[in-house]
């Protein structure tokens, strides 16, 4: 696909942009090619192949749901810096 005066003129007023004759230019020389190479992948025979949603396969891994002691709480309680009665005491954080 070769993107005519027409087109770029088009692609300008929506996406509200004005280029100058040197970004016109640069940006031909280099969306040219890549528009080339999208035509290419357009003209491919793609009857009878499979979409897929990714090229990796992937299952969700799930761990096994163990129930296991937790820590008591006294123990964290004597890790904090600061607490007050059961509860740990942290700064303010909203006025």
Do not use: H
């Amino acid at each position: 696909m070769k993107i005519e005066d027409a087109l770029l003129e088009r692609l300008q007023e929506y996406s509200r942009i004005r280029l100058s004759p040197l970004e016109r230019e640069t940006f031909l020389a280099e969306v040219g090619p890549i528009l080339l190479e999208m035509d290419k992948l357009l003209s491919q025979k793609t009857d009878g192949v499979r979409r897929m949603g990714s090229p990796r396969v992937c299952f969700n891994v799930f761990r096994e749901d163990v129930v296991e002691p937790s820590t008591a709480n006294n123990a964290i309680l004597e890790e904090a810096p600061a607490r007050q009665g059961r509860y740990i005491r942290v700064p303010k954080a909203v006025e």
